[in-house]
């Protein structure tokens, strides 16, 4: 079955950086849509950043300039890279895989917390 697996989230300081992996099995990367979401306390979960099987991404407003997606394939990892971070991107962060269908898969989570 498809399992995803998040990592790398922790504590960080403002104006800090972290990179998140998701660790994928069951799935074949050329089939389905990887993105990563985040949801904060008494918030809706929002989406972050995507990349198509094709290598195409896209980026929330909020983060565009300061996050990176990437990965994906042979690696049958996807990573999440967090620069110049904010009090306000505080929250869980989860890997999501989707197909064209809409056959949608989550992982667990990984906390991320900015603050001094």
């Known amino acids: 079955q498809v399992q995803l697996v998040e990592s790398g989230g922790g504590l960080v300081q403002p104006g800090g950086s972290l990179r998140l992996s998701c660790a994928a099995s069951?799935?074949?990367?050329?089939?389905?849509?990887m993105a990563w979401y985040r949801q904060a306390p008494g918030k809706q979960r929002e989406l972050v950043a995507s990349?198509?099987?094709?290598?195409?991404?896209s980026y929330a407003d909020s983060v565009t300039g300061r996050f990176t997606i990437s990965g994906g394939n042979a690696k049958n990892t996807v990573y999440l890279g967090m620069n110049s971070l904010k009090p306000e991107d505080t929250a869980v962060y989860f890997c999501?895989?989707?197909?064209?269908?809409?056959?949608?898969?989550w992982g667990q989570g990984t906390q991320v917390t900015v603050s001094s």
């Open positions: 990349i198509t099987s094709g290598g195409s991404t």
């Open positions: 999501n895989a989707k197909t064209a269908g809409g056959h949608s898969y």
């Open positions: 069951g799935l074949l990367f050329r089939f389905y849509t």
